[in-house]
């Protein structure tokens, strides 16, 4: 068999983990994920403090 394969990341689980959660708990979320090689955060406006609370708002892009 050839060929590249990847690990099926889950994004609306994701949004799900992450919603309500402040900057530094977002990051030790994904550095505790063995799949996740890097993540960058955004919370946009940029005074926020944290993700909302509302999973559907939150947009979670992959690269693999």
Do not use: H, L
Request: hydrophobic residues 35%.
């Amino acid at each position: 068999i050839k060929g590249q394969s990847a690990y099926k990341i889950d994004d609306k689980k994701i949004a799900k983990d992450i919603s309500g959660k402040k900057t530094g708990q977002v990051q030790d979320y994904f550095r505790a994920q063995d799949t996740v090689e890097s993540a960058k955060v955004v919370i946009t406006p940029f005074w926020a403090s944290k993700i909302t609370d509302n999973a559907s708002k939150i947009e979670v892009k992959i690269e693999y």
